[in-house]
């Protein structure tokens, strides 16, 4: 594991630890540096809707995942472009980051209001690659649970152990990567094996859930999981832990051409799963740019 992921840790930590000082690590500048970026640049679109901030963030080989635009920078600039006047927003909420991807999760606003995650990856201070997921957005007042798809709730800072180099190991690395172990293994556990069991191994209460369908607690998860056809499977993509939290990138597939590209978002607290956020959107395999919306690549 090279350094970047190492560091990203000590960024954040779960709610009720409080505020403290973080220290960070030398290379844990480039993170941040690259979060700022995708932060800066996703404003000067959506927000400002200034189509010459395309030419100072995007690099001139930009990679489109997003299956209904081309690669390079030119259709975006013309996106962008066509925003202008609009009144159109983008809410910018839950950033994480981990060697050179950035992952986003937004709320559009504007219209029929919807729920993004985009991912960014960065290489050399310009946004060389890109895919995203974007939902309909579910007011919390239609969600099963009550819970709002949007957003994802930040938490606090925590000290790092001995991060002063590039050589010394940061405080959670394990931690981070039995988030992400945890993680995989309980996805592959519920929609692969299809095993409503896990449920109790893998979560515990109070489980809260923001899929505008799922209601909140293990019971309605372990129903969901019983109710799965046989032939409904999982795959798992790229991940990211911060803090608290591990975003999965996934596919769905539940037969008959049916398929979902999903990003799962899970709080992990004691090495339980406690809370759940994902963004769904069906696969569109002959997209504009020839490029897959899944994996995101490492």
Same mark, same amino acid.
């Given at each position: 594991?090279?350094?970047?992921?190492i560091?990203?840790?000590?960024?954040?930590?779960?709610?009720?630890?409080g505020?403290?000082d973080?220290?960070?690590?030398?290379?844990?500048?480039?993170?941040?540096?690259?979060k700022?970026?995708?932060?800066?640049?996703?404003?000067?679109?959506?927000?400002?809707h200034?189509?010459?901030?395309?030419?100072?963030y995007?690099?001139?080989?930009?990679l489109?995942?997003?299956?209904?635009?081309?690669d390079g920078?030119?259709?975006?600039?013309?996106?962008?472009?066509? =925003? @202008?006047?609009?009144?159109s927003?983008?809410?910018?909420? #839950?950033? %994480? !980051?981990? +060697?050179?991807l950035?992952?986003?999760?937004?709320r559009?606003?504007?219209?029929?209001a919807?729920?993004?995650?985009?991912?960014?990856?960065?290489?050399?201070?310009k946004?060389?690659?890109?895919?995203?997921?974007?939902?309909a957005?579910?007011?919390?007042?239609?969600?099963?649970?009550?819970?709002?798809?949007?957003?994802?709730?930040?938490?606090?800072?925590?000290?790092?152990?001995?991060?002063?180099?590039?050589e010394t190991?940061?405080? =959670? @690395?394990?931690?981070?990567?039995?988030?992400?172990?945890? #993680?995989? %293994? !309980?996805? +592959?556990?519920?929609?692969?094996?299809?095993d409503?069991?896990?449920?109790?191994?893998?979560?515990?209460?109070?489980?809260?859930?923001?899929?505008?369908?799922?209601?909140?607690?293990?019971?309605?998860?372990?129903?969901?999981?019983?109710g799965?056809?046989?032939?409904?499977?999982?795959?798992?993509?790229?991940?990211?832990?911060?803090?608290d939290?591990?975003?999965?990138?996934?596919?769905?597939d539940y037969?008959?051409?049916?398929?979902?590209?999903?990003?799962?978002?899970?709080?992990?607290?004691?090495?339980?799963?406690?809370e759940?956020?994902?963004?769904?959107?069906?696969?569109?395999?002959?997209t504009?740019s020839?490029?897959?919306?899944?994996?995101?690549?490492?």
């Amino acid at each position: 594991m090279n350094v970047f992921k190492i560091c990203a840790a000590t960024l954040f930590v779960t709610v009720g630890l409080g505020s403290i000082d973080a220290a960070l690590c030398q290379n844990d500048k480039t993170l941040q540096a690259n979060k700022a970026l995708v932060t800066s640049a996703l404003d000067a679109f959506f927000n400002k809707h200034d189509a010459s901030a395309v030419g100072k963030y995007v690099s001139s080989t930009y990679l489109q995942h997003n299956p209904y635009v081309q690669d390079g920078p030119d259709q975006l600039k013309a996106l962008v472009t066509s =925003l @202008k006047g609009s009144g159109s927003s983008y809410e910018i909420g #839950a950033v %994480a !980051a981990e +060697d050179d991807l950035v992952w986003t999760h937004n709320r559009s606003p504007a219209g029929n209001a919807s729920v993004i995650v985009d991912v960014f990856r960065v290489k050399e201070g310009k946004l060389v690659e890109h895919w995203d997921i974007t939902q309909a957005e579910t007011p919390a007042s239609q969600t099963a649970s009550g819970n709002p798809m949007f957003p994802i709730v930040p938490t606090m800072p925590v000290r790092a152990k001995g991060c002063t180099s590039s050589e010394t190991p940061c405080q =959670l @690395k394990e931690d981070l990567e039995a988030n992400k172990a945890l #993680a995989a %293994a !309980a996805l +592959d556990a519920f929609f692969n094996q299809k095993d409503p069991s896990a449920v109790d191994k893998y979560t515990s209460e109070p489980y809260l859930n923001h899929n505008p369908f799922a209601r909140n607690g293990g019971e309605p998860l372990k129903g969901l999981i019983s109710g799965l056809a046989p032939e409904i499977t999982f795959e798992m993509g790229a991940q990211v832990a911060e803090n608290d939290l591990v975003w999965t990138n996934g596919r769905y597939d539940y037969g008959n051409g049916v398929v979902f590209i999903v990003v799962d978002v899970f709080r992990v607290k004691d090495g339980k799963l406690v809370e759940h956020w994902d963004i769904s959107q069906m696969e569109v395999a002959d997209t504009a740019s020839g490029r897959p919306m899944f994996p995101i690549v490492k």
